[in-house]
């Protein structure tokens, strides 16, 4: 196995303020499904920004042994928090089509595999509709499949399953069960990464208080109550 994702020591502060994440280091294999779990405000949704180079950290990102750029991000699929930080085009069907033109598929094709990926995300009925128009749970949805759309070789996913009803969230865990690529899931839904993932990473205010096998994690319940899980 190949490391996808190496992080070695990853710091990150707003401005001059206190840091928001100190001395994190990880690896992700390829084809591993890796969960980062923590209580509001542990900074798992900025540790996913720093890794997809959107803020300036210090320390080191690799992907697939580079660091991050153009050559790797297309390589990646993410999901982020608020689906309104990707959906923003006149149609959802657009914001679909979008991350595959940027990869230089043809229009016509990239608004059939568009299609395609709504349709496997069952909002067929509403690819012609801006997503403002769409329910909380539907964004996320639609934003879930613009992930997948490009058929990523990495997936980094923010609270996938925020606002998702009970046969989403199953049927996205089937999803993502499924794939065979390296997978980073930040979520408070503990029995959610229980299911998918091998491993677990624990975050406590910006630093990685633990890390190991999603069983045993789960198990040491002083630990989830430390990091305000329970
Ligand atoms: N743009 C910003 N400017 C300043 N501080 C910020 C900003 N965004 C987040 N923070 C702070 O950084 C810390 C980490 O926030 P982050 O959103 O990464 O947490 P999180 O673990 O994803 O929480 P949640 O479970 O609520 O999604 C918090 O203390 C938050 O207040
Ligand atoms: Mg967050």
Redesign the pocket.
Known sequence: MRPALEVENLGFA??N?RP?LEGISFTLQEGECVGIV??????????LWCLLGLWKNRGTVRWFGQPPGRASSGRIGAVF?NPEDQLFMPTVLEDVALGLLNRGLEPAEARLRAREALEHAGLAGVAERPAAQLSLGERKRAAIAVALAGAPELLLL??PTAELDGRSVRQLAELLGRLRVARLI?S?HLDFLGKLCSRLLV?EA?RVIAQGPAGEILADHGLLERAGLV
Do not use: M, P, Y
């Open positions: 707003f401005d303020r928001v923590g209580a509001n405000g542990a900074g798992k949704s900025t540790l928090q923010d609270e930040a408070h975050l910006g």
